[in-house]
Nanobody, 111 residues
Framework: QVQLVESGGGLVQAGGSLRLSCAASGIRFSFAVMAWYRQAPGKQRELVARITDTDSTMYADSVKGRFTVSRDNAEKTVYLQMNSLKPEDTGVYYC?????WGQGTQVTVSS
């Protein structure tokens, strides 16, 4: 059974930082392309960042230079380091394998 468990969300002031984690089980993690999505209230879910099995990364234009995605294959965990957070980064952040979704973790950035 596949499980993706996100953690690390919370309330932070604009300009602050958070580090999200997504612990995976039930998948061949080292071969998986892992992604972070977010969904703001009243908006569609959008891709934030993605990392391949060869550590190639891509980012949405809105987060380039501020967010960093990384992975630890030994721990079967993918991370999203978020710096210089803005109120528009507020939303529920989800981990995604291309098939399976995590339950999400709330990030709220106050102005």
């Amino acid at each position: 059974q596949v499980q993706l468990v996100e953690s690390g969300g919370g309330l932070v002031q604009a300009g602050g930082s958070l580090r999200l984690s997504c612990a995976a089980s039930g998948i061949r993690f080292s071969f998986a392309v892992m992604a972070w999505y977010r969904q703001a209230p009243g908006k569609q879910r959008e891709l934030v960042a993605r990392i391949t099995d060869t550590d190639s990364t891509m980012y949405a234009d809105s987060v380039k230079g501020r967010f960093t995605v990384s992975r630890d294959n030994a721990e079967k965990t993918v991370y999203l380091q978020m710096n210089s957070l803005k109120p528009e980064d507020t939303g529920v952040y989800y981990c995604y394998t291309g098939i399976h979704w995590g339950q999400g973790t709330q990030v709220t950035v106050s102005s």
